[in-house]
C-alpha cells in the first residue's frame, strides 16, 4: 500500500508576523512545516516502522516556491518521494481538496494523512473535502493509529471524550498534536534527502480554482492603558484587579 501525507508551509508559532496595509507582511518570517501535518509525516513513518505493509510514503506540498523547503523538510525525516503543485500564492482548502484527490487516485495510495487543522486557514475543511471527493471514509483528530493488514483501528477525540474506532481503508485520517512526537531530521538523512525525487507538477492540470475569495480583512489592535496596581497591599491589589475585570475589561460579572 502508499500513504500520501499533505504538507503545508506555515509561519513558525513563535515568529513575529508584522501587520501592514491591512494584511500580513511575511517577509523574513521563518516558514515552517504546519505542525499538524508534521504529525501526519512522522505517522506514515512509524506505520512503516511498526511492521504495516507500506510500501511507499509519498508527500503532497500544495503552495508556492518557498513550500519546497517543508518539503526538503520531510523528506529528510524519512518519506520516500514527494510531489510539490506551485501556486502563486496559498489556495483555500477546498481548492487544494480537489488536488488532493486527484493525485491520491493517480499515485493509488490507500491513506491519506492530513493535519487535523490548518493553520494558515484556521479550518478544518481539508480531511473532509478530500474524503468526499473520493468517497471515503474519514477518522479526524486520531491521537492513536495502528495498521493492520487493510484495517485501520484507532482513537480519536469527540465531543464527549474519545471514540474508538476501525475502518476498512482506503481512507483519509486527520492528524494532531499528542498522536506521536515528530523527530528532527539528521545530517545524513538531510544529505540523503537531497538525491529523493521531488516531482514539481503544473497547478493548471488540476483545474483546482479557489473557491473562497478574500473580500476585506482587519487586524484587531488594542493599545495597552498602562495602569499599573500598587502591590503593598496584596488584598487591596487584588480587589483592585477585579474592579479593573468587572469596568475595564467587561469579562468579569
Request: net charge negative; glycine share 8%; proline share 4%.
Amino acid at each position: 500500500m502508499k500513504i500520501l501525507t499533505l504538507i503545508r508551509q506555515v509561519p513558525d508559532a513563535e515568529a513575529r508576523v508584522k501587520a501592514a496595509g491591512g494584511q500580513m507582511d511575511l517577509s523574513g518570517t521563518t516558514m515552517v512545516i504546519d505542525g499538524m501535518d508534521e504529525y501526519g509525516v512522522e505517522e506514515a513513518l512509524q506505520l512503516r516502522e511498526g511492521g504495516a505493509d507500506v510500501e511507499e510514503i509519498i508527500g503532497l506540498a500544495v503552495g508556492p516556491a518557498q513550500t519546497e523547503d517543508a518539503v526538503r523538510t520531510a523528506l529528510a525525516m524519512g518519506i520516500d518521494r514527494a510531489i510539490h503543485v506551485e501556486t502563486d500564492g496559498y489556495l483555500d482548502p477546498i481548492a487544494v481538496s480537489k488536488i488532493v484527490a486527484t493525485v491520491a487516485q493517480e499515485e493509488g495510495v490507500s491513506l491519506i494523512l492530513a493535519g487535523g487543522q490548518q493553520a494558515d486557514w484556521d479550518s478544518q475543511a481539508l480531511g473532509a473535502a478530500t474524503a468526499e471527493r473520493l468517497g471515503w471514509p474519514q477518522a479526524t483528530w486520531t491521537n492513536d493509529l495502528a495498521l493492520s493488514g487493510n484495517t485501520l483501528s484507532g482513537k480519536h477525540d469527540v465531543d464527549s471524550g474519545s471514540e474508538n474506532f476501525q475502518m476498512d481503508l482506503p481512507a483519509v485520517v486527520t492528524t494532531q498534536q499528542g498522536l506521536n512526537e515528530p523527530r528532527y531530521p539528521t545530517l545524513p538523512n538531510i544529505m540523503k534527502a537531497k538525491k529523493k525525487e521531488l516531482r514539481k507538477d503544473d497547478l493548471s492540470r488540476f483545474g483546482a480554482e479557489k473557491k473562497v475569495q478574500l473580500v476585506s480583512s482587519e487586524i484587531q489592535t488594542r493599545s495597552r492603558k498602562n495602569q499599573m496596581i500598587d502591590g503593598k497591599d496584596p488584598q487591596a491589589a487584588a480587589q483592585e484587579l477585579l474592579n479593573l475585570l468587572r469596568s475595564e475589561a467587561k469579562i468579569l460579572n
